[in-house]
C-alpha cells in the first residue's frame, strides 16, 4: 500500500476496498556469506546510498520457521522471496517465486504451482521445488511460533517436476494463496538448514532475497545488497539498521538530526507530535496510515489468581479505556471492544462495551470479594510489556492506579519489564501471569484477529492449551467451542453465515476474557526528504528495495 505523500482518504478507500475484497471471498493477505561492506564509524553515519533505519526492537530471531514479530518479520520480508506477493503499491496478489498463479483442482484441495528457473540462494544453492518443499516442511515440521499459518491447513506437499510443486489442503480454503504470501513462508536454503523440530538458526538468513544478511548483532544488523538478485536491482546499496533498545529518545534524535533516514513504530505520542509539527514545515515526511494493529492485555489462565473467572471480570469492569487514551496517548489512538478492529464492519462486534458497559469499579470489587479478594488481601497481577514501549509503560502504570485508587488496591498490579527478544519468549513458555501485547495482521482478514490468538490444537478445558495459538500468545486459553467455531468460519464461504460464527466468537471471548481489547493504533512512518519509493504492504511492512535515496 503506498503511504509515501499519499493522502489519508485515499489511502484508506484503497484499504477498504482490498478488506471489503477479503472478506467476500476469504482472501487473506499478512533471506551468509554476504560480500564485505563498507563500516558504519558511528550509529547512523551512513554510507554511499545506503540507508539508515532506526528502531528500538531488536528480533528474537530471522528465522522464518520460528520468527512471529514484527522485528523479525520485517527483516525476513527484505531478505527472502515467497511463492506469491502483493505488489508494491499494490493489493494485487502476484507470482514471485511462482510462475503463474496456482492451478487448483475442482475439490480445492490441490494446488499446483510452477515455479521460476535460474535462482540461486545466498550461498549459491539452486532454487528448486526440491529446494521449495523443504523450506514449506521446515515451516510446518520444526514448531516455531508461526508452523500453524501452514500446518493448520496443508495436508501434503509433492515435488511433481523440477519446477512444479503440487500442495494438498485438508479441506477447502479459498485464502490458501494468499497465505502463501506470508513473509516467513519463504524460500531458504537447504544446504543452511535443517528439518527437525526446534532446529532453528536465529542469528542467520539465507535465502533468495534482494539482500544478503551482512551482519546481525543485538545493536546494529547490516543487509547488503545481493548483486546476484534474480529481480529487480535495489534502489538502494543496503540498509543499516540501528537498534536503540528501550530508548526511544536515542531513535527520535537519530532521525531529528539526521543521522537516521527512516523512523517507523516506536516512538512515544509526544515525539510523534514533535515531529508532525517538523513535517509541517517540510523539514521530513510524515506518513499516516490507519493502524490495522490491535492492543490488548493478554490474561495467563494457567495462573492464579488468574484461573478464576471472577478475577478476568473484575479486570474487565476496572478497564478504562478512554482514560487510557487520553493519558497515554493524548487522543491518538480509539478504544477498542473486540480482537476484530471495527474496519471489519460486517464481522466486528464490540462486545465487550456490550458486556460490561462503562467501567464499573464497584462490580469489580463483587466480583473480588467472591474469589477471596479484599484491599486486605489483595490480588497481587504482575503486568508485563517490552521494557522498549514507552506506551506500554504508560498503560501498565494507568492500569495500577485505576487498581489502587478505584479498587482500594484489592488489585495490586505489579509492573515488569524485559527486553523484547526475552519477552516474547517468556509469553510463549508461560511466564508472564499477564503481558500488555500488540497484534500486527499476517493478513487483513478477520479470521487473522482470532485464529492466531484464540485457538488450540492440543489440550482441554480442564488443563488449558499445552500446544496451540493461545498458548504462543500467553493466553493458554482452551475451549471447545471456539475451537468449532473458528475452524467453521475458515470453511464458511456465505458471508451472512461467517457473520455469525464471527458473532459468536466475539461472545464466548467477552465470557471467557482470556484477552481483554484495549487500544486501535494509527501507525506513522517518518521519512528524510530525498527519499523515494517509501511503501508498505498490507501487512504494514516497509520494503527497502524501493526506496530510492
Same mark, same amino acid.
Given at each position: 500500500?503506498?503511504?509515501?505523500?499519499?493522502?489519508?482518504?485515499?489511502?484508506?478507500?484503497?484499504?477498504?476496498?482490498?478488506?471489503?475484497?477479503?472478506?467476500?471471498?476469504?482472501?487473506?493477505?499478512?533471506?551468509?556469506?554476504?560480500?564485505?561492506?563498507?563500516?558504519?564509524?558511528?550509529?547512523?553515519?551512513?554510507?554511499?546510498?545506503?540507508?539508515?533505519?532506526?528502531?528500538?526492537?531488536?528480533?528474537?530471531?530471522?528465522?522464518?520457521?520460528?520468527?512471529?514479530?514484527?522485528?523479525?518479520?520485517?527483516?525476513?520480508?527484505?531478505?527472502?522471496?515467497?511463492?506469491?506477493?502483493?505488489?508494491?503499491?499494490?493489493?494485487?496478489?502476484?507470482?514471485?517465486?511462482?510462475?503463474?498463479?496456482?492451478?487448483?483442482?475442482?475439490?480445492?484441495?490441490?494446488?499446483?504451482?510452477?515455479?521460476?528457473?535460474?535462482?540461486?540462494?545466498?550461498?549459491?544453492?539452486?532454487?528448486?521445488?526440491?529446494?521449495?518443499?523443504?523450506?514449506?516442511?521446515?515451516?510446518?515440521?520444526?514448531?516455531?511460533?508461526?508452523?500453524?499459518?501452514?500446518?493448520?491447513?496443508?495436508?501434503?506437499?509433492?515435488?511433481?517436476?523440477?519446477?512444479?510443486?503440487?500442495?494438498?489442503?485438508?479441506?477447502?480454503?479459498?485464502?490458501?494463496?494468499?497465505?502463501?504470501?506470508?513473509?516467513g513462508i519463504c524460500a531458504v536454503s537447504p544446504e543452511a538448514y535443517t528439518i527437525g523440530e526446534g532446529k532453528f538458526e536465529p542469528n542467520d538468513f539465507v535465502g533468495t532475497g534482494p539482500y544478503k544478511l551482512?551482519?546481525?548483532?543485538?545493536?546494529?544488523?547490516?543487509?547488503?545488497?545481493?548483486p546476484d538478485y534474480w529481480g529487480d536491482t535495489p534502489g538502494n546499496g543496503g540498509v543499516d539498521i540501528q537498534v536503540y533498545k528501550d530508548n526511544t529518545a536515542n531513535v527520535f534524535n537519530a532521525f531529528k538530526?539526521?543521522?537516521?533516514?527512516?523512523?517507523?513504530?516506536?516512538? $512515544?505520542?509526544? /515525539?510523534?507530535?514533535?515531529?508532525?509539527?517538523?513535517? #509541517?514545515? @517540510? =523539514?521530513?515526511? &510524515?506518513? !499516516?496510515?490507519?493502524?490495522?494493529?490491535?492492543?490488548?492485555?493478554?490474561?495467563?489462565?494457567?495462573?492464579?489468581?488468574?484461573?478464576?473467572?471472577?478475577?478476568?471480570?473484575?479486570?474487565?469492569?476496572?478497564?478504562?479505556?478512554?482514560?487510557?487514551?487520553?493519558?497515554?496517548?493524548?487522543?491518538?489512538?480509539?478504544?477498542?471492544?473486540?480482537?476484530?478492529?471495527?474496519?471489519?464492519? $460486517?464481522?466486528? /462486534?464490540?462486545?465487550?462495551?456490550?458486556?460490561?458497559? #462503562?467501567? @464499573? =469499579?464497584?462490580? &469489580?470489587? !463483587?466480583?473480588?470479594?467472591?474469589?477471596?479478594?479484599?484491599?486486605?488481601?489483595?490480588?497481587?497481577?504482575?503486568?508485563?510489556?517490552?521494557?522498549?514501549?514507552?506506551?506500554?509503560?504508560?498503560?501498565?502504570?494507568?492500569?495500577q492506579a485505576l487498581a489502587q485508587e478505584r479498587l482500594d488496591g484489592a488489585i495490586a498490579f505489579e509492573v515488569q519489564t524485559a527486553d523484547g527478544a526475552t519477552f516474547f519468549k517468556n509469553i510463549k513458555d508461560?511466564?508472564?501471569?499477564?503481558?500488555?501485547?500488540?497484534?500486527?495482521?499476517?493478513?487483513?482478514?478477520?479470521?487473522?484477529?482470532?485464529?492466531?490468538?484464540?485457538?488450540?490444537?492440543?489440550?482441554?478445558?480442564?488443563?488449558?492449551?499445552?500446544?496451540?495459538?493461545?498458548?504462543?500468545?500467553?493466553?493458554?486459553?482452551?475451549?471447545?467451542?471456539?475451537?468449532?467455531?473458528?475452524?467453521?468460519?475458515?470453511?464458511?464461504?456465505?458471508?451472512?453465515?461467517?457473520?455469525?460464527?464471527?458473532?459468536?466468537?466475539?461472545?464466548?471471548?467477552?465470557?471467557?476474557?482470556?484477552?481483554?481489547?484495549?487500544?486501535?493504533?494509527?501507525?506513522?512512518?517518518?521519512?528524510?526528504?530525498?527519499?523515494?519509493?517509501?511503501?508498505?504492504?498490507?501487512?504494514?511492512?516497509?520494503?527497502?528495495?524501493?526506496?530510492?535515496?
Open positions: 500500500m503506498p503511504i509515501l505523500r499519499l493522502p489519508l482518504s485515499r489511502w484508506w478507500r484503497r484499504v477498504i476496498s482490498f478488506m471489503s475484497l477479503c472478506l467476500l471471498c476469504l482472501t487473506v493477505v499478512v533471506g551468509c556469506n554476504a560480500p564485505q561492506s563498507q563500516d558504519v564509524e558511528a550509529p547512523g553515519a551512513t554510507a554511499g546510498d545506503r540507508l539508515v533505519y532506526a528502531t528500538i526492537t531488536a528480533p528474537r530471531t530471522i528465522d522464518p520457521a520460528d520468527s512471529y514479530e514484527t522485528a523479525g518479520v520485517e527483516l525476513i520480508y527484505n531478505l527472502g522471496d515467497t511463492l506469491y506477493a502483493y505488489a508494491p503499491g499494490t493489493t494485487e496478489l502476484k507470482p514471485l517465486l511462482a510462475t503463474e498463479m496456482p492451478t487448483i483442482s475442482e475439490d480445492g484441495l490441490t494446488y499446483t504451482i510452477p515455479l521460476r528457473d535460474g535462482i540461486v540462494f545466498h550461498d549459491g544453492t539452486p532454487f528448486t521445488a526440491e529446494a521449495m518443499k523443504f523450506s514449506l516442511d521446515r515451516f510446518m515440521q520444526n514448531g516455531g511460533k508461526p508452523a500453524f499459518l501452514l500446518s493448520d491447513i496443508v495436508e501434503n506437499v509433492e515435488v511433481s517436476g523440477d519446477l512444479e510443486l503440487t500442495v494438498t489442503i485438508k479441506q477447502p480454503f479459498s485464502a490458501f494463496t494468499a497465505v502463501l504470501a506470508y513473509a551482512a551482519e546481525f548483532g543485538s545493536d546494529k544488523i547490516r543487509l547488503d545488497a545481493n538530526t539526521g543521522a537516521a533516514d527512516l523512523v517507523y513504530r516506536g516512538l $512515544d505520542p509526544d /515525539q510523534i507530535t514533535k515531529l508532525q509539527e517538523g513535517a #509541517e514545515s @517540510d =523539514a521530513w515526511q &510524515a506518513i !499516516e496510515a490507519p493502524g490495522a494493529s490491535i492492543n490488548y492485555i493478554a490474561l495467563n489462565q494457567d495462573q492464579a489468581p488468574l484461573d478464576q473467572p471472577e478475577v478476568r471480570e473484575a479486570i474487565a469492569y476496572l478497564i478504562d479505556r478512554q482514560l487510557i487514551i487520553d493519558r497515554v496517548f493524548k487522543g491518538e489512538a480509539k478504544p477498542l471492544y473486540s480482537l476484530v478492529p471495527p474496519a471489519f464492519t $460486517d464481522y466486528s /462486534q464490540p462486545a465487550f462495551e456490550a458486556a460490561y458497559g #462503562e467501567p @464499573d =469499579a464497584e462490580k &469489580a470489587k !463483587e466480583l473480588l470479594a467472591a474469589a477471596g479478594f479484599t484491599p486486605e488481601n489483595p490480588a497481587t497481577i504482575e503486568v508485563w510489556h517490552p521494557s522498549s514501549s514507552v506506551t506500554r509503560q504508560g498503560v501498565a502504570q494507568t492500569l508461560g511466564i508472564y501471569p499477564t503481558s500488555l501485547v500488540g497484534w500486527y495482521p499476517d493478513f487483513l482478514d478477520p479470521d487473522n484477529f482470532v485464529h492466531p490468538l484464540l485457538s488450540c490444537t492440543e489440550g482441554s478445558e480442564a488443563e488449558g492449551c499445552i500446544n496451540g495459538a493461545s498458548q504462543n500468545q500467553g493466553a493458554f486459553y482452551y475451549s471447545d467451542r471456539m475451537n468449532e467455531l473458528i475452524e467453521q468460519q475458515r470453511k464458511e464461504t456465505d458471508p451472512a453465515a461467517r457473520q455469525a460464527l464471527f458473532a459468536e466468537i466475539q461472545t464466548l471471548l467477552a465470557e471467557d476474557i482470556p484477552y481483554i481489547p484495549l487500544w486501535l493504533t494509527t501507525e506513522y512512518v517518518f521519512a528524510q526528504n530525498g527519499l523515494e519509493g517509501v511503501e508498505m504492504n498490507p501487512s504494514q511492512l516497509v520494503y527497502f528495495a524501493i526506496v530510492q535515496k
